[in-house]
């Protein structure tokens, strides 16, 4: 006699989703007073809006699917809108001449440098804080950018050849890098803070940790500068995009410098400003199970976790945690069972007789795993792992899209009792 046992590890699940989106830059116009957006080769290019008032200042929030940008005049404002430009409200008005912005969705906040105030000030992305002003005093703040990670953030003048740090609460203030001639737009990463210099028609680059007044990685006309503006950084490709409010263009190359500069919009610009992109955030599969199976107001109940939604609840009371039901694509809260699910059977072939287990489990789930132990006995149980191996080619479950059977087996007098273990 053989018996199945399965038990779960922390949760995760799986929702299926279809063909991923693709990521997209985003960029102003002060002339032409336009958002615009293209896939990050240039194509598919759209006007997201347009007939606004000055835009500059840029910022997508990746998890939300929301753009910010600032309305540049003495009576400016801060709006947002949906990725499409469908819902536009003014999140924060008056301002005094708003310039850059940045956000901070991790904490909640928004970043953004007042250029006639001359002043950087944060506000709560929820509005649920009044805006606070961090540094004051400051000679025409421009461009800004945050490190939320290591506290600080970095901002530019409008005609000043200095980056200057300060934490992100505005204390410490200091001059970071020197010796420029007119700096616009900065990025930083983990190791290194990026900047456009518009009058030495550069784009440079410098350690965080380094000195001195960076390296050159594009320069003039040779290399499409003539007036670098906005940047941006595209980690995963390892590449940057760029404005030119001279050339009129949108331009990329690669972050450390190598190879050729390309140009991805050369027509229909005026202006262009400021530059983000849209990596578009994967939904947390888990997230929207618990929301599909749970209403809000009951995820909303912390005492209901080990009792209704949480991993190892098991709220129809058959014998399933969460996490089984969702790797098994059976429901958490109706008492079932799919004879599918979970498989047996005996098989020989000339040399031995062969037990095999199959099982259904998410197909692209990369953050969910397995492991299948076995014991002789379960009145002193010694699990063990390595007696049974995945076999063959993973088949599809027709029935439940996005879910596919494994199958492993083992020798049939190796053991008595087998169990599932996921993890995530």
Known sequence: MFVILATSFLFFSFIS??????PRLFWTDKDTGRIESSNLDGSGRTVVLSGLDDPR?????QANHMIYWTSHVETGAIYSANCDGSNVQTFLSPLDEPADIALDPQNGHIYWAEEGANEIRRASLDKNVPPETLLSGLNR????AIQPDAGFLYWSDFNSSIIHRATLNGQGEMDFITGQSRVRD???TDDYIYWCDRDSRQIRRRRLGGAGAGTILFSGAGDSLDRPHG???EPQSQTMFWTDTRTAEVNTATLDGSG???TLISTGLIGAW????????APNPYQIWLETNFSTEELSQSENENTLWGANADPDRDGRSNLLEYAQATQPRIPDHDAKSLQVKVVHNDEQSLFQFSFRMPKTDSNLTYTIESTKDLSVPIWQTGQLTEISERVSDLQNE???????EGPLDGFGFVRLKLFR
Request: a negative charge; glycine letters at 8%.
């Open 17 to 22: 989703y279809g063909e991923a989106e693709q």
């Open 260 to 262: 050729s500069v390309d």
């Open 57 to 61: 200042g840029i910022a997508v929030d």
């Open 186 to 188: 900065i990025e930083v």
């Open 231 to 233: 940047l941006v950084i």
């Open 274 to 281: 400021a530059i983000d992109i849209l990596n578009p955030v």
């Open 402 to 408: 996005g879910y596919e059977f494994i199958t492993v």
């Open 141 to 144: 703040p421009y461009y800004l």
